[in-house]
């Protein structure tokens, strides 16, 4: 069951599943609770950075503070359709993989 949809910077529409967000907070608990959905939505919307993953995977990334980033792994699958795989919180980025920033 879908969540919730937000546009991508790409203007793709990329959907959260249930699936998908209960991974995200079982898989990170000490990292998000609930609360954090409109978050994570929002760093696909408006990320300060979008990198390069694997595979073809796109990764949101949102600055929270000093060594504090969000990254928000999603795929775009045609120019419509995207979907959520994973979040989680790292102390970085790697610049080297930036592909767009805020501002450009």
Known sequence: M??????SV???LVRLTDERWDHI????????????MDLILETIADPD???????????AVLV???RKYLHV?????????GFIITANIR??????KI???RGE
Do not use: C, M, Q
């Open 10 to 12: 790409n203007g793709v």
């Open 73 to 81: 792994i999603y795929k775009e699958v045609s120019a419509k359709d």
């Open 99 to 101: 592909i767009w920033r």
């Open 25 to 36: 907070l079982d898989g990170h608990p000490f990292e998000f609770s609930s609360r954090d």
């Open 64 to 66: 929270l503070g000093r």
């Open 49 to 59: 950075y979008i990198l390069r993953g694997y595979k073809g995977t796109l990764i």
């Open 91 to 96: 102390p970085s980025l790697d610049k080297r």
């Open 2 to 7: 879908i969540l919730a949809t937000v546009e």
